[in-house]
T-cell receptor
Framework: SQTIHQWPATLVQPVGSPLSLECTVEGTSNPNLYWYRQAAGRGLQLLFYSVGIGQISSEVPQNLSASRPQDRQFILSSKKLLLSDSGFYLC?????????????FGPGTRLTVL | AQSVTQLGSHVSVSEGALVLLRCNYSSSVPPYLFWYVQYPNQGLQLLLKYTSAATLVKGINGFEAEFKKSETSFHLTKPSAHMSDAAEYFCAVSALNTGGFKTIFGAGTRLFVKA
């Protein structure tokens, strides 16, 4: 079966510190991968998506970056966190090289920047 | 291009009452439509989806949604609300593009259920 994992579940970081959030998918090959952010009281904002290893598309300008070093691994990073980076980060995938219609979501990471 | 609008960021119902969450979409190609539910501090869980088969779609937890092309709507309903239905609900539209499926999410509707 297809599963998606995210870690850590919660994270509290000081302003200016680095960030690394990891997402891994099991049970499918060549998935499309996505990073979303939910700020308090707001909907889903698509940050990055990837259709293959090393292929990253950014949807919004920001101080975050994403990488896909392996087929089923997606990493969200920052060199220096800002207060505005606080939020709930969700990883999602589309199985089957993006040719299927349903996105599946991970459990999320709650990031608080102080 | 696709877009989705959820009418009402907050909806409050009494336990046992009808739940109606509204979603309107636009799409230049035949759409795939979804409802997801999100409980506090959790990821999104698929409730149901419409993929050009039956226009009335039944999902988990007693929810259903009806695709109405003439109204470009995909409203979510449940005959009788339960306390456990309190959550945030997202409508989404997806269409097949050259790079695969692209999904657009609505802003979400938070459902409150009063005892």
């Amino acid at each position: 079966s297809q599963t998606i994992h995210q870690w850590p579940a919660t994270l509290v970081q000081p302003v200016g510190s680095p960030l690394s959030l990891e997402c891994t998918v099991e049970g499918t090959s060549n998935p499309n991968l996505y990073w979303y952010r939910q700020a308090a009281g707001r909907g889903l904002q698509l940050l990055f998506y990837s259709v293959g290893i090393g292929q990253i598309s950014s949807e919004v300008p920001q101080n975050l970056s994403a990488s896909r070093p392996q087929d089923r691994q997606f990493i969200l990073s920052s060199k220096k966190l800002l207060l505005s980076d606080s939020g709930f980060y969700l990883c999602a995938f589309l199985p089957g090289q993006g040719r299927t219609d349903t996105q599946y979501f991970g459990p999320g990471t709650r990031l608080t920047v102080l | 291009a696709q877009s989705v609008t959820q009418l009402g960021s907050h909806v409050s119902v009494s336990e046992g009452a009808l739940v109606l969450l509204r979603c309107n979409y636009s799409s230049s190609v035949p759409p795939y439509l979804f409802w997801y539910v999100q409980y506090p501090n959790q990821g999104l869980q698929l409730l149901l989806k419409y993929t050009s088969a039956a226009t009335l779609v039944k999902g988990i937890n007693g929810f259903e949604a009806e695709f109405k092309k003439s109204e470009t709507s995909f409203h979510l309903t449940k005959p009788s609300a339960h306390m456990s239905d309190a959550a945030e609900y997202f409508c989404a539209v997806s269409a097949l593009n050259t790079g695969g499926f692209k999904t657009i999410f609505g802003a979400g509707t938070r459902l409150f259920v009063k005892a």
